[in-house]
């Protein structure tokens, strides 16, 4: 299984970015894909999931601003991220479990300027 995730970058508070997040090696469209991230000195959190029948769910703080979604003919995974804020600044990793194993995308930064 490869997850190669992009389009992280500097943006200004209130902007917005879309990463994106390719798999391979695994039938992606019966998966459960995650968008994690990790600050620096924290732990990774789980900012939001979706389900293979599009099912999705979100950690209270991104609510309202972010939105996951996926493209199971492209084997696609997006995360749309609006109204950024400095406390988003992260790095961004999508995952996904599969056969019992847990994997990583490489990871992509994103920080939001004040």
């Known amino acids: 299984v490869q997850l190669q995730a992009s389009g992280g970058g500097l943006v200004q508070a209130g902007g917005s970015l879309r990463l994106s997040c390719h798999a391979s090696g695994l039938n992606f469209s019966i998966h459960k894909m995650n968008w994690y991230r990790q600050a620096p000195g924290t732990q990774r959190e789980l900012v939001a999931s979706v389900m293979s029948g599009g099912i999705v769910n979100y950690t209270d703080s991104v609510k309202g601003r972010f939105t996951i979604s996926r493209d199971n003919a492209r084997r696609m995974l997006y995360l749309q991220m609006n109204s950024l804020k400095p406390e988003d600044t992260a790095v961004y990793y999508c995952?996904?479990?599969?056969?019992?194993?847990?994997?990583w995308g490489q990871g992509t930064q994103v920080t939001v300027s004040s």
């Open positions: 995952n996904t479990r599969y056969k019992g194993g847990n994997y």
